[in-house]
């Protein structure tokens, strides 16, 4: 039994929003955020502009919400960002925010499924908003068997280095915090 089928047996139709995503679609979020071209947000979600923030404060705006290219777990294909197809009506656009997933959101049954049966078939949240510095995402799953190998062969080194050959905006920002940056996005990660 795998986890999709357990999860069809209980009604629920766990679709991928998003799974395997390379360095260069990455680096072209990030980019495109650095330079103001798609909206950077606050905590709250409120829109920041840009062109009003310095590069330190562009690189943590960008990274409440998006991965450093090379750092995203979705880059390993060990991860997904999951939803459930038959809670929402034909044409719903998924936003995979806090509300859909709490009480009286449509994916709310789903994600208190998973916290209970997804660690049966070695899937677990690595982002719960605790030790790791990326907010909780209830919908972020990942397959810790393939993970956890992934996670401890990229060190700040090889990170380093696909960095450093990128043509990655702010890169001498990142490059100088890329230590902190490991450790806090790529490192910590939330146990169950
Ligand atoms: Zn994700």
Redesign the pocket.
Known sequence: MNLRRAALAAGFDLTPV?SFRDFERQLSIWNAKFSGERPLYDAEGRALDASQLSPGERVAAILRWSALPGAS??HWGT???LMDANAIPPGYRVQLNAAEFEAGGPFARLAEWLETHAVRFGFFRPFRGVLSGVQA?P??YSFAPLAEPARRSLTPSVLQDALAAAPLLGKETVLGRLEELHSRYVAAIDWP
Do not use: I
Request: proline residues 0%.
């Open positions: 998003s777990r979705h991860d997904l960002d995402e919908w972020h």
